[in-house]
């Protein structure tokens, strides 16, 4: 980790994001190990991502497009 990814991660955090959008993002971000990773410490997030997006199960999820809100 260097320097500019600590003081990185403290502005990302004082952004309020969700803890599950954040899993999110970094899946995006993810390289094919590390998205691995993800998918087996969080299977319930990664799962809903890739159904949603990479599955293209926008029928189940209509909202994934467009009306897009923030989770409380």
Do not use: H, V
């Not at 890739?50 to 989770?71: C, H, M, S, T, V």
């Amino acid at each position: 980790m260097s320097l500019y990814d600590y003081q990185k991660s403290k502005e990302i955090a004082a952004e309020a994001l969700s803890f599950t959008s954040l899993i999110m993002a970094a899946a995006w971000k993810a390289d094919i190990s590390n998205f691995g990773r993800l998918r087996t410490a969080f299977p319930d997030i990664i799962g809903e991502l890739e159904k949603i997006y990479f599955r293209g199960d926008n029928l189940q999820y209509p909202q994934a497009n467009f009306d897009l809100k923030e989770e409380s």
